[in-house]
């Protein structure tokens, strides 16, 4: 079955960076599309970024547009999210999901995904 892993997690200062990794396995995903979601303590899960494993086309959420970077590597079946220039406000639990479908229909929530991994912390000080 399908296994998300996630790591990279942590504690940064406000204006620093972290990457995300997530290691997807179980399956091969060519016609499926990864994810970030990221959940604050009292508020919905949030889409962050998603990439579309065939094309490589990705989506953002404008809060986190021209911070965050997500990237493939398809030898390794691994997803990352490069998170530079980041706030108090992105602190949260961050998710790694995967379903069949595009980056678009992800992002859209036309898609909701079917695997998600167990979550890594990511906490930002002021």
């Known amino acids: 079955q399908v296994q998300l892993v996630e790591s990279g997690g942590g504690l940064v200062q406000s204006g620093g960076s972290l990457r995300l990794s997530c290691a997807a396995s179980?399956?091969?995903?060519?016609?499926?599309?990864m994810a970030w979601f990221r959940q604050a303590p009292g508020k919905e899960r949030d889409f962050v970024a998603a990439i579309t494993w065939s094309t490589l086309a990705t989506y953002y959420a404008d809060s986190v547009k021209g911070r965050f970077t997500i990237s493939l590597d398809n030898a390794g079946n691994t997803v990352f999210l490069q998170m530079n220039g980041l706030k108090p406000e992105d602190t949260a639990v961050y998710y790694c999901?995967?379903?069949?479908?595009?980056?678009?229909?992800?992002?859209?929530?036309?898609?909701?995904?079917?695997?998600w991994g167990q979550g890594t912390q990511v906490t930002v000080s002021s």
């Open positions: 179980g399956r091969t995903f060519s016609t499926f599309a």
């Open positions: 999901a995967t379903d069949f479908g595009t980056a678009k229909t992800i992002a859209t929530r036309t898609v909701e995904p079917g695997y």
